[in-house]
């Protein structure tokens, strides 16, 4: 059990499962009315002003399934470039040492404790970066 202090309104991490390996992977379809009810939240913040900056989080590169599970992922960058809204996607465009060390994942796509404190750590400066008009890395 995780002590509520150390995660202050934000994520808490699942302990190691299983290692690492390759499974039996589902694409969910995106369904119409949940993608027109998104369409409208994102109309409601922009109408009342919120900024909004979409995040892809990091996968372990080495049990992906090739580029079948990448549809949805273009459909948010389609999404994020049509609205002029910024997209951080550390699964293809921001890939680092967090996509590819298998001590940073509980399980194929799911961070350990460790793994969300070191992407924390990244996100956090490249959120710094944007928001103060600096270039990607």
Not at 20 to 47: G, I, S
Request: avoid cysteine.
């Amino acid at each position: 059990i995780y002590q509520k202090t150390k995660y202050y309104n934000g994520f808490i991490p699942f302990k190691i499962r299983k290692k690492l390996q390759k499974r039996e992977v589902v694409y969910p379809e995106v369904d119409p009315v949940q993608r027109r009810a998104f369409e409208e939240l994102l109309n409601d913040f922009d109408r009342d002003g919120i900024k909004v900056i979409f995040v892809q989080m990091p996968g372990y590169l080495y049990a992906r399934d090739g580029e079948k599970g990448l549809k949805n992922l273009e459909l948010l960058k389609g999404i994020a470039q049509k609205r002029g809204i910024p997209f951080l996607d550390y699964e293809i465009e921001r890939i680092s040492s967090v996509n590819t060390n298998p001590d940073l994942f509980a399980d194929w796509i799911h961070m350990s404790e460790k793994g969300s404190e070191v992407f924390s750590k990244l996100l956090k400066q490249d959120l710094e970066a944007l928001l103060n008009g600096e270039q990607k890395r």
